[in-house]
């Protein structure tokens, strides 16, 4: 693995765990914590397409309030109507009612598989898309400790099974959320938010 390699492949960890943090309940700590100082600095590493999307994104969630955020993220992700833009694989995959269906637990089996377990405070779906993408995170993390290493067998179980994940899983169902999202969101922030992810993942599933 040379150097470039090493940095490209860190970035997509960071990248994957950054856009995670982004699918939680806004608040300051986003900015305060360099969330988007960190996109910005991953983005280019990965594809230059990123790296102007991901500038925006820092740029919109500034100049939205904090009960802008709030609010938009309530309508879009939480209801307590409505819910435009259902955060859950199954509702994707399997129809627009169905929470904790079979790809529900298709996923979870996946996370059992790479021995990835969801938090006690994750009080969500383990398809839920904050939860999809920090395992892609894992996943990611593992193809490089196994690339460092140059443990070429345990590089093909992750990637065989990255590419089981992306194929059945948040890379078949990221698109028609991110659409929702832009179709729903009434701050900048969640609409490029929605086109970063879309972007990210169809990268990553590209090289799966």
Sequence with gaps: MDAEELKRGLA?????R??????????????????????IAAAPLIDLTLAEQAVVLDQAFAAETKEELLLDYSRLFLGPFEILAKPYGS???????????ESTMAVAALYQTAGFALADEFREAPDHVAAELEFLYLLIFR???????????????????????????????????AEAIQHGAQTGFYHRLALLTDAFVQIEKGWA
């Design 12 to 16: 997509r960890e960071d990248f994957a």
């Design 18 to 39: 950054l856009l995670a943090a982004c699918y939680y309940q806004p608040g300051a700590e986003l900015g305060e914590e360099g969330v988007f100082a960190s996109l």
């Design 91 to 101: 509702v994707w995959l399997e129809g627009e009612k169905i929470i904790m269906g």
């Design 143 to 177: 193809e490089n400790e196994a690339r460092r290493s140059a443990d070429m067998e345990g590089l093909q179980q992750i990637l065989r099974l990255k590419k089981k994940f992306l194929e059945h899983h948040l890379g078949q169902w990221i698109r028609p959320f």
